[in-house]
């Protein structure tokens, strides 16, 4: 299989960066397809959320079950009922011995590696050579598997595992939550992202709980940015 320079697959939540980041992949590339995965997340609707938004944007959608991924862990919070979530991202004070941040108990370990592997290999058997995912390190939150260096190792080893020339897109890689709010109002998907998005870790679309740590990063970005917008 060739794999095609003008399509793209986008690694899909419903949330505020990966539905900002189907909407700029939809103005980037010709041919735009979304995957979702359930991974035994507590916020499953979310799902339902990527899948409405991506219908009506007219992008291909499709669902992988990798549930898994929440059996191979204990202790986090979007995947136990029993773990009380922690409400606060990490700090310096949080970091272990070795001077590493501690991630918080929302984190899943391995998910984006899992994400981007399975992928990957989608994009291979539809001839797609560029995957396309939200992840930040400005706002990552103290997930390890968020960051540039953790993307640019996967993308080397993914295609030495396939022999193939795969590029992953971070678009929101070096921007703030304000910032990623003000990309979404320049392709003209404000209204979408904010009302029609799920990011809240409670399950509660739009402006969600306003509690988990999630709603807390998006209201801040979201402030921030209608002040830059007012001014």
């Given at each position: 299989?060739?794999?095609?320079?003008?399509?793209?697959?986008?690694?899909?939540?419903?949330?505020?960066?990966?539905?900002t980041?189907?909407?700029?992949?939809?103005?980037?590339?010709?041919?735009?397809?979304?995957?979702?995965?359930?991974?035994?997340?507590?916020?499953?609707?979310?799902?339902?959320?990527?899948?409405?938004i991506?219908?009506?944007?007219?992008?291909?959608?499709?669902?992988?079950?990798?549930?898994?991924?929440?059996?191979?862990?204990?202790?986090?919070?979007?995947?136990?009922?029993?773990?009380?979530?922690?409400?606060?991202?990490?700090?310096?004070?949080?970091?272990s011995?070795?001077?590493?941040?501690?991630?918080?108990?929302?984190?899943?370990?391995?998910?984006?590696?899992?994400?981007?592997?399975?992928?990957?290999?989608?994009?291979?058997?539809?001839?797609?050579?560029?995957?396309?995912?939200?992840?930040?390190?400005?706002d990552?939150?103290?997930?390890?598997?968020?960051?540039?260096?953790?993307?640019?190792?996967?993308?080397?080893?993914?295609?030495?595992?396939?022999?193939?020339?795969?590029?992953?897109?971070?678009?929101?890689?070096?921007?703030?939550?304000?910032?990623?709010?003000?990309?979404?109002d320049?392709?003209?998907?404000?209204?979408?992202?904010?009302?029609?998005?799920?990011?809240?870790?409670?399950?509660?679309?739009?402006?969600?709980?306003?509690?988990?740590?999630?709603?807390?990063?998006?209201?801040?970005?979201?402030?921030?940015?209608?002040?830059?917008?007012?001014?």
């Open positions: 299989m060739i794999l095609d320079h003008r399509k793209a697959l986008v690694v899909y939540s419903g949330g505020q960066d990966s539905t980041c189907l909407f700029w992949a939809k103005q980037h590339f010709d041919e735009v397809y979304a995957l979702c995965f359930r991974y035994g997340q507590k916020h499953v609707i979310e799902v339902d959320m990527a899948r409405s991506a219908e009506k944007a007219g992008i291909p959608f499709e669902v992988k079950d990798v549930s898994f991924i929440s059996q191979l862990s204990s202790g986090c919070s979007l995947t136990d009922s029993n773990v009380p979530m922690d409400k606060e991202p990490p700090t310096l004070s949080s970091s011995p070795d001077g590493r941040i501690t991630p918080p108990n929302t984190f899943v370990p391995g998910r984006n590696l899992f994400f981007l592997s399975i992928a990957a290999v989608y994009a291979r058997e539809h001839g797609i050579m560029n995957l396309v995912t939200g992840v930040s390190q400005t990552y939150s103290g997930y390890p598997d968020c960051r540039d260096s953790f993307i640019r190792s996967l993308n080397v080893s993914l295609n030495l595992a396939m022999d193939e020339q795969f590029v992953i897109h971070t678009p929101l890689m070096w921007i703030d939550k304000a910032e990623t709010w003000k990309l979404a320049d392709l003209g998907v404000f209204d979408i992202v904010r009302n029609e998005t799920l990011t809240c870790y409670n399950g509660i679309k739009g402006d969600g709980c306003g509690e988990c740590p999630a709603c807390k990063l998006r209201r801040q970005g979201l402030e921030t940015y209608l002040k830059i917008r007012k001014s």
